[in-house]
C-alpha cells in the first residue's frame, strides 16, 4: 500500500472515529435533558393533582405509591394483551386459524384491566376527603375518557 493511500485511510477512519463520537456525546446529552424533562413533567403533573384536588403531602405520597403498584400491575396486563395481539396477526394468512381462542382471552384481560382500573379509583377515592370527591370524582372521569380516546384514536 502506497504512503498516500495509507494516510488518506487512516485520516478517514480518524475523521468517522472522531463524528461517531460526537454523534455518541450529543445523544447522551440530548437523553439526558429528556429524562430531565420527563422527570419535570411528572413534577408538575404531580403539583396539578395536588392543587386540583386539593390534596395534602401525606395524600400525595399515598397517591403516588398507590399509583406505582397499579402501574406494575398494569403493565403486565399490557404486555400479555400485545404478545397476544401480536400472536393474532403472525397467523394473518393462516386459514385454519382459530382467532375466537384469542379473541377470548384478549377480553378477558382488557376486562381485567377495567376491574383493576376502578379498584384503582376506588382506593384513590378512599384516601380524599368527602370535600374531595367531587374534584376526585371529575379528574377520574377525565382520565379513563382520555385514556380511552387514546386507545381508540388512530396514530399519525
Same mark, same amino acid.
Not at 502506497?2 to 463520537?21: A, D, E, M, Q, R
Not at 450529543?26 to 411528572?42: A, P, Q, T
Not at 405509591?65 to 394468512?93: D, P, S, T, Y
Given at each position: 500500500?502506497?504512503?498516500?493511500?495509507?494516510?488518506?485511510?487512516?485520516?478517514?477512519?480518524?475523521?468517522?472515529?472522531?463524528?461517531?463520537?460526537?454523534?455518541?456525546?450529543?445523544?447522551?446529552?440530548?437523553?439526558?435533558?429528556?429524562?430531565? @424533562?420527563? +422527570?419535570?413533567?411528572?413534577?408538575?403533573?404531580? +403539583?396539578?393533582? @395536588?392543587?386540583?384536588?386539593?390534596?395534602?403531602?401525606?395524600?400525595?405520597?399515598?397517591?403516588?405509591?398507590? @399509583?406505582? +403498584?397499579?402501574?406494575?400491575?398494569?403493565?403486565?396486563?399490557?404486555?400479555?394483551?400485545?404478545?397476544?395481539?401480536? +400472536?393474532?396477526?403472525?397467523?394473518?394468512?393462516?386459514?385454519?386459524?382459530?382467532?375466537?381462542?384469542?379473541?377470548?382471552?384478549?377480553?378477558?384481560?382488557?376486562?381485567?384491566?377495567?376491574?383493576?382500573?376502578?379498584?384503582?379509583?376506588?382506593?384513590?377515592?378512599?384516601?380524599?376527603?368527602?370535600?374531595?370527591?367531587?374534584?376526585?370524582?371529575?379528574?377520574?372521569?377525565?382520565?379513563?375518557?382520555?385514556?380511552?380516546? @387514546?386507545?381508540?384514536?388512530?396514530?399519525?
Amino acid at each position: 500500500m502506497k504512503p498516500s493511500h495509507y494516510n488518506t485511510l487512516k485520516n478517514t477512519f480518524i475523521v468517522f472515529l472522531v463524528l461517531f463520537n460526537l454523534g455518541c456525546l450529543f445523544v447522551l446529552f440530548k437523553g439526558h435533558e429528556r429524562i430531565k @424533562k420527563s +422527570e419535570h413533567l411528572k413534577e408538575s403533573r404531580r +403539583e396539578l393533582l @395536588k392543587e386540583k384536588l386539593g390534596l395534602d403531602d401525606s395524600q400525595m405520597e399515598q397517591f403516588t405509591l398507590l @399509583k406505582k +403498584e397499579h402501574v406494575k400491575k398494569l403493565r403486565k396486563k399490557q404486555n400479555k394483551l400485545f404478545q397476544l395481539r401480536k +400472536e393474532v396477526f403472525a397467523h394473518l394468512g393462516d386459514p385454519d386459524f382459530d382467532i375466537d381462542t384469542y379473541t377470548q382471552e384478549i377480553g378477558m384481560i382488557q376486562q381485567d384491566m377495567d376491574h383493576m382500573a376502578f379498584e384503582h379509583f376506588s382506593k384513590l377515592r378512599a384516601l380524599c376527603r368527602p370535600d374531595q370527591y367531587e374534584s376526585f370524582d371529575a379528574f377520574a372521569q377525565r382520565i379513563m375518557l382520555s385514556q380511552h380516546s @387514546k386507545e381508540r384514536s388512530p396514530k399519525r
